[in-house]
């Protein structure tokens, strides 16, 4: 998730900035306050408020920090999730047009998943290696987990989610700024042993009964296409990770080990996963994989949703 600084502006008011959003700095001279210039970026949608040039309180030293702060987590972070996979475990790591990834494949018939946001008391889980590490009888260990969609400042999920089947945030039809708004963005739904993804206004308009469902932007693949607003020659390069469907019962997850176009990561879910439908969760250092067997990885920044894979007791057959 990207770095927030609070900034006032000239009433005093408060609000939060995402420091990739500023392009530059300029500062006050004397008693004057700094000025910070901001622009629309892929991680817009996650700004608390609409702002022009504004009028800072912080400093151009204090903000230049932050941002290189921002910039060495980000690289640890690649680092977590850079180690070779267990053997025989769902994860591994693939190449496709010489970029890498780990692709973890998960048979719903043989595991379970879970979304989660917030603990029982209310407070959200923020940390991947915070969730349960083990289920109830019918479910094994963690497997590992993953970041599941878009979050606000809060760590609110932006879009859909519904979890354990209760819907508890309904589904953002808006246009805005950022990827999740970059239309069609869809939905990814587990029904029973029954997983897709669809557009949003093809879910809207169907309302499967859903055991999870959680809301993100744009869809990678739709329909065996790549979305149509991506541009192989000049899209932004970022990390980024996100969830097809090959058969209704294979799901596949994928996060790059380093940055990659969208129209690079569509075409590995197309090309190289096999998946006729594939939805983006997430980008940056918000890209997250937990693998359990490794005993370490995740997230240093806090998320919002995220989704953990277990093993299903009793789906072990002798041959």
């Known amino acids: 998730m990207p770095t927030f600084i609070k900034l006032k502006d000239e009433d005093g008011a408060e609000f939060a900035v995402n420091v990739e959003m500023i ?22 949608h996650r700004r608390s408020a609409k702002v022009a040039p504004v009028r800072a309180c912080w400093t151009i030293h204090m903000i230049k920090a932050i941002i290189l702060l921002s910039a060495t987590l980000a690289a640890i972070l690649m680092l977590t999730y850079r180690p070779v996979i267990a053997e025989g475990g769902p994860c591994k790591q693939v190449s496709h047009e010489r970029s890498a990834y780990t692709v973890c494949e998960v048979d719903i018939r043989k595991h379970t998943i879970r979304l989660y946001w917030r603990r029982p008391e209310g407070a959200p889980y923020a940390y991947l290696r915070a969730l349960p590490q083990s289920l109830d009888a019918k479910a094994g260990k963690l497997l590992f ?3 599941a969609g878009m979050f606000d400042p809060t760590f609110r999920p932006v879009g859909l989610y519904v979890e354990q089947g209760r819907e508890l945030v309904r589904a ?32 809207l308009k169907q309302r499967p009964t859903t055991d999870l469902a959680t809301q993100s932007g744009p869809m990678l693949v739709i329909n065996g296409r790549l979305h149509p607003k991506f541009d192989r020659a000049r899209s932004s390069l970022k990390a980024r990770n996100g969830v097809g469907i090959r058969t209704a019962n294979t799901i596949v997850f994928a996060i790059s080990l380093g940055e990659v176009s969208f129209d690079a990561f569509g075409r590995l879910f197309r090309d190289k996963l096999k998946c006729n439908n594939a939805l983006f969760l997430d980008g940056g250092s918000a890209s997250s994989l937990y693998e359990a067997t490794l005993n370490r990885g995740g997230n ?20």
């Open 23 to 44: 392009t530059k700095i300029i500062p006050g001279e004397d008693d004057d306050p700094t000025e910070v210039y901001l622009v629309d970026e892929e991680d817009a």
């Open 145 to 147: 987990a993953t970041n």
């Open 172 to 203: 953002n039809t808006k246009s805005g700024y950022g990827n999740f708004h970059m239309k069609p963005n869809g939905v990814f739904y587990v029904a029973g042993d029954i997983a897709g993804i669809l557009e949003t206004r093809a879910y």
């Open 300 to 319: 240093l920044l806090p998320l919002g949703p995220m989704l953990g894979i277990f093993e299903r007791i009793g789906t072990i057959r002798l041959q």
